[in-house]
C-alpha cells in the first residue's frame, strides 16, 4: 500500500464499471491512493485465506459433506472439500450446477453420465440433478466447488481461440464395468437445511451404454484456457464460462502482459479470485490456493498481471453478494485491495 498522497506522474485514473466489463463505465482521477483504508468493521469487507488452512470436515469423516466456505441470498455458494476417502454415498444437487476445480491431487469422479478422472487445475462440471460421487485417487486432495442455482456453460467470446473444445474438452465416459453394487444411500441436495436421501437398492452410478451424442459432464483444465490480452495498454480478461442469467462469470486470470488494470469499483459483482500456484508471485499472494474476495462497491486495485516468472488464478465474478462463513472467517485474514496482501490491521 502508498499510504500516502500520489506525489509523481499523471494522477491514477479511477473507474466505476456496471455489469462487471461489459456496462457503463466512468473514470476520474484523484491525488490519493484509493484502495487504502485504515480499518473495517462489517461483514462487507474484503479477505483473503489459503484453501488448505481450511479445516474442512470430509478430510476426517468420510461422511461429511464439503465445508461451505460462502453463502449468498442468491443461492450462489462456495464450498471446499479435502477428502481423503472415498465418498460411501452419492449426491444429487437439485438446486444447483457445480463446478469443482481441483487444487490438488487427483480426483475420479463417478457420475449418472460417465466418470472421469481430474488432475490439478481441471475445472469439473456437474449439472443440476447429475448424481455423482468422487475419490482421491491417492491419500489427499483439496478443491473448490462453485455453486451455481442458474445454470452454466462454456461461453468463449468466439468458438476457437480462448479455448481448444475438440482436443481439451474432456467429457465423462461410461466405465461398463461398474458393478452393479448392493443397496447404496443417494442424497438429493436441496435448499432445505435437512438433506433427502433415498436408499437405492443398486448403484446408481453403475450404467450400461452412452445412447445420446452429448454429455453434461466435462473437465477443463485451466492451463488450457488462453489468456488474451490488449497490448501494450492491458484491458479486461475474458471470460470461458458463465451462467444463463449471467449472474456468474469466470476468467482465466493467469499472468497475461499488459498495463495493470486500474483502480476501480465493480458495481454489481463481487470477485472471488483463486491464485491457484505459480512460479511467480501474483502481488500478496503467493502461496498456492490463495483464495482473495473483493465484494461488490468495494475499491480495488489488484496485483499486476504482467508477471514474467507466470502464474496461475481463476476469477469467479458473480452478482450474489457472497457472505463468507463463520469458519471460512476464522481461517482468514482481512485484505488490503492493493496487492491483494493481509491488511496492515492484521499485523499488529
Ligand atoms: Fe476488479
Not at 455489469?19 to 482521477?29: I, K, M, R
Not at 452412452?210 to 490488449?230: D, G, M
Amino acid at each position: 500500500m502508498s499510504g500516502k498522497p500520489h506525489d509523481a506522474g499523471p494522477p491514477p485514473v479511477q473507474l466505476w464499471t456496471r455489469d462487471g466489463f461489459q456496462g457503463a463505465l466512468s473514470a476520474v482521477t484523484r491525488q490519493t491512493y484509493a484502495p487504502d483504508y485504515l480499518s473495517v468493521q462489517g461483514p462487507h469487507a474484503p479477505r483473503r485465506t489459503v484453501l488448505d488452512r481450511l479445516r474442512v470436515d470430509d478430510q476426517d469423516d468420510p461422511e461429511a459433506l464439503p465445508t461451505t466456505v460462502a453463502t449468498s441470498r442468491l443461492g450462489v455458494k462456495l464450498h471446499v472439500s479435502g477428502r481423503r476417502k472415498p465418498m460411501p454415498y452419492v449426491v444429487r444437487n437439485v438446486e444447483a450446477d457445480e463446478i469443482h476445480f481441483i487444487q490438488s491431487g487427483t480426483v475420479r469422479f463417478e457420475t449418472d453420465v460417465g466418470c472421469l478422472v481430474a488432475t490439478e487445475g481441471d475445472f469439473v462440471c456437474i449439472p443440476r440433478s447429475v448424481a455423482y460421487r468422487f475419490a482421491p485417487t491417492g491419500d489427499a486432495m483439496r478443491s473448490i466447488i462453485v455453486e451455481s442455482p442458474s445454470s452454466l456453460r462454456l461461453t468463449p467470446p468466439v468458438p476457437s481461440g480462448l479455448l481448444n473444445v475438440a482436443r481439451d474438452l474432456k467429457y465423462a465416459e461410461i466405465d461398463s464395468g461398474m458393478p452393479a453394487g448392493g443397496p447404496t444411500r443417494l442424497l438429493l441436495k436441496t435448499l432445505d437445511t435437512e438433506n433427502t436421501i433415498f436408499m437405492m437398492p443398486h448403484d446408481p452410478l453403475a450404467l450400461g451404454v452412452r445412447l445420446s451424442e452429448s454429455v453434461p459432464v466435462w473437465k477443463l483444465n485451466l492451463a488450457n484456457i488462453q489468456v488474451h490480452a490488449y497490448l501494450p495498454e492491458g484491458g479486461p480478461p475474458s471470460q470461458f464460462l458463465s451462467s444463463g442469467a449471467g449472474d456468474i462469470v469466470m476468467f482465466n486470470l493467469s499472468a497475461r502482459p499488459g498495463a495493470r488494470a486500474p483502480v476501480h469499483i465493480n458495481a454489481d459483482f463481487d470477485e472471488v479470485i483463486c491464485y491457484v500456484r505459480g512460479p511467480g508471485a501474483w502481488g500478496g499472494c503467493t502461496e498456492p490456493g490463495t483464495l482473495t474476495c473483493v465484494p461488490k462497491g468495494v475499491i480495488h486495485h489488484g496485483p499486476s498481471e504482467d508477471v514474467p516468472e507466470g502464474y496461475q488464478a481463476w476469477l469467479l465474478e458473480t452478482r450474489a453478494t457472497l457472505r463468507w462463513t463463520p469458519r471460512a472467517i476464522e481461517a482468514s485474514q482481512l485484505m488490503e485491495t492493493g496487492n491483494y496482501a493481509p491488511h496492515p490491521s492484521t499485523m499488529k
